[in-house]
C-alpha cells in the first residue's frame, strides 16, 4: 500500500456531464500530478499541482481542471464529458524536497457511456 | 521533448527463464528514467530508477536495467522469471528527478509460462 487513496474507485457517467474525482497524497507529499490512462496505453500526464498552484499542463484541454487543499489532497475535475474520457485515472503524490519517489494510487476507473 | 518506445507489447517466457523487456529512450537533456509495474486492479509500483549515478541499476523483486547513453537504452532484465512476475511494465522518463511530470512508454505485457 502507498498511502495515496483514490475516490471513487468505479464511476459511470453519461456524455456531457460533469465528474470530480479525488485523490488523498501519502503523509508529508506536498505535490499530486494526475495522469489518464486509456485502455492497453500508458498513463498520460495531465497536470501537476505544488502547493495548491499548477505547476505544469499536458495535451489536455482546458475542460480538465484541478485543485489542490490546504492538507494538498487534490480534486480532478472534467466538464463536459465525452466518450473518449473513459479511462483509468490515477494520482500520484510526491514531494519537491528531498526528490523522493511518486507513490501512485490504485485509480479512479470512470466510464462515459 | 523526451519520449521512451517500448520495442515489445508483449513478452512470454517460461518461468524460470530469463526476462528482458527492451526500451530505448529519446532526451534533449540528461534524463531520469524508471520502470514501474502495474499488476492487474492494482496501482503503479516503482521497479528501479536512474539517475545519472551507476548505470546498472538495482530493483526490487531481482530486476535490474542498464543505462546505455550510446545505444539510448535502458533495458530490463531478470535471471530467473516467476509466476508472480506477470504484469504490465511500463518504462518512464522524466526530465525532473523528483519523479514528477513522468512520460510512459505504452508498455509491456509480461506473461509466464508454468
Known amino acids: 500500500e502507498t498511502g495515496v487513496t483514490q475516490s471513487p474507485t468505479h464511476l459511470i457517467k453519461t456524455r456531457g456531464q460533469q465528474v470530480t474525482l479525488r485523490c488523498s497524497s501519502q503523509?508529508?507529499?506536498?505535490?499530486v500530478s494526475w495522469y489518464q490512462q486509456a485502455l492497453g496505453q500508458g498513463p498520460q500526464f495531465i497536470f501537476q499541482?505544488?502547493?495548491?498552484?499548477?505547476?505544469g499542463r499536458g495535451n489536455f484541454p482546458p475542460r480538465f481542471s484541478g485543485l489542490q487543499f490546504p492538507n494538498y489532497s487534490s480534486e480532478l475535475n472534467v466538464n463536459a464529458l465525452e466518450l473518449d474520457d473513459s479511462a483509468l485515472y490515477l494520482c500520484?503524490?510526491?514531494?519537491?524536497?528531498?526528490?523522493?519517489?511518486?507513490?501512485f494510487g490504485q485509480g479512479t476507473r470512470l466510464t462515459v457511456v | 521533448a523526451q519520449s521512451v518506445t517500448q520495442l515489445d507489447s508483449h513478452v512470454s517466457v517460461s518461468e524460470g527463464t530469463p526476462v528482458l523487456l527492451r526500451c530505448n529512450y529519446s532526451?534533449?537533456?540528461?534524463?531520469?528514467l524508471f520502470w514501474y509495474v502495474q499488476h492487474p486492479n492494482k496501482g503503479l509500483q516503482l521497479l528501479l530508477k536512474?539517475?545519472?549515478?551507476?548505470?546498472l541499476v538495482k530493483g526490487i523483486n531481482g530486476f535490474e536495467a542498464e543505462f546505455k547513453k550510446s545505444e539510448t537504452s535502458f533495458h530490463l532484465t531478470k535471471p530467473s522469471a516467476h509466476m508472480s512476475d506477470a504484469a504490465e511494465y511500463f518504462c518512464?522518463?522524466?526530465?525532473?528527478?523528483?519523479?514528477?511530470?513522468?512520460?510512459f512508454g505504452t508498455g509491456t505485457r509480461l506473461t509466464i509460462i508454468p
Open positions: 518512464v522518463v522524466s526530465l525532473e528527478f523528483g519523479n514528477e511530470k513522468l512520460t
Open positions: 532526451s534533449s537533456y540528461s534524463p531520469s
Open positions: 499541482y505544488y502547493r495548491e498552484e499548477e505547476n
Open positions: 500520484a503524490s510526491s514531494s519537491k524536497q528531498g526528490n523522493t519517489e511518486a507513490f
Open positions: 503523509s508529508g507529499h506536498n505535490t
Open positions: 536512474y539517475t545519472s549515478a551507476a548505470t
